[in-house]
């Protein structure tokens, strides 16, 4: 709906940066993770992800009259993607090591991101409405988190 709403108004007022930084860096991480477990499940899912978040990364960029926060943003995010591909990769010799650390740092960054809208909690709670939370996102959310865990289940994976 983000996306929508800047093609038709061609502005990106009210609408957050945020979120497709977080989602992005959060596909490729899990992106990282499948390609190391050699899942092709996770790289599908997380590569058709990634994409869509640069596009729409692409699109505030093009939209947006302040360009110079948003490319500063997008390149501390490809400097912390290429620091913790190194640290990755480089660092951590050990091919199981290395799956089990990145596997933790993506379940974290990921239940972060899940918990994130509770943020605004207070704020719903204070003025008794739910306006300022996507009910379409939030059941999208809660479907999508209940696929990975029956799936992480499945495959005896605790950090999916």
Known sequence: SDLRQMLATKSVENIQFLPFLTTDVN????????????????????????????LYIL????????????????????????????YFTLLIADAQTRLARLGLFCSVFTISMYLSPLADLAKIVRTKSTRCLSFPLTVATFLASTS????????RDPYI
């Open 59 to 86: 699109a505030y960029l093009y939209y947006s009259p302040a360009k110079r926060p948003v490319l500063l943003r997008s390149l501390l995010l490809l400097a912390v993607l290429a620091t913790g591909y190194g």
């Open 27 to 54: 596909n490729l991480s899990w992106l990282g993770y499948g390609c190391l477990k050699q899942d092709w499940t996770l790289i599908a899912v997380n590569t058709i992800g990634a994409a869509l978040q640069t």
């Open 148 to 155: 990975w865990t029956l799936y992480g289940l499945q495959l």
